[in-house]
């Protein structure tokens, strides 16, 4: 789906659910204050969460990249049990009043908890276990990321791992300078040879990575 006409795209929105209001304001929100707007989830991908969410029932997400919170908050509309958590990790502290602003909007402030920094410096401190793991930060430390979430995931969890395709890159001849597509290489090497997992890609908008606990 990564090379899908506008007018399919737009044929699949068209019977999908709605976009909630939320969700909504909070697209155009972004592409009206955000310099970079295509890292938004949107609608297709949100439902996408949202319906995984629905599917796996967890009761604890982690998050890594929060960006202005679309994810964040698609998952949250997904999630039904009692007392069911996101902690979700931003590096760029510029965005906390927006992000802070948006989950009170949402009614999500008790339900999702935002943690500025490095996912590096704070995955450690996170002393709880998860049911669902979305990755969609740094793309050069996707291997690193990984590793370090890995007993923190339960057994039968699953992560999901965003942007693994890179526009074709992974398939194509790579630049000596290229870190990202050079990270995200690495990381689909390393998850393809773990038999600690099942796995399969799925080649929706820039590839999805679903990985499942063993």
């Known amino acids: 789906m990564t090379d899908i006409s506008i007018d399919l795209e737009q044929y699949i929105l068209n019977h999908i659910d709605a976009e909630s209001d939320i969700l909504k304001k909070l697209n155009r929100q972004t592409h009206i204050k955000m310099l970079q707007p295509r890292m938004l989830s949107g609608h297709l991908q949100g439902q996408l969460l949202k319906m995984i969410c629905r599917m796996i029932n967890p009761q604890n997400i982690l998050e ?116 990202y597509t050079k990270g995200i290489l690495e990381f689909n090497k390393r998850v393809s040879e773990d038999d600690r997992v099942e796995k399969v890609i799925l080649p929706f908008r820039d590839g999805l990575f679903l990985i499942r606990k063993k």
Request: charged share 25%; no cysteine.
């Open 64 to 179: 890594l990249g929060t960006f202005t919170g679309y994810s964040a908050i698609s998952m949250a509309e997904g999630l039904t049990k009692e007392n069911a958590h996101i902690d979700t990790i931003e590096i760029n502290d510029e965005l906390e009043p927006f992000l802070q602003g948006v989950f009170e909007e949402a009614n999500l402030s008790d339900t999702i908890t935002l943690h500025i920094g490095k996912s590096t410096d704070i995955i450690p401190s996170l002393a709880k276990t998860y049911d669902l793991i979305f990755m969609d930060a740094d793309k050069r430390e996707y291997l690193l990321y990984y590793e370090m979430v890995f007993d923190k995931l339960n057994p039968g969890g699953f992560i999901l791992a965003d942007n693994i395709l890179w526009d074709g890159k992974v398939a194509a001849p790579i630049q000596a300078n290229d870190t």
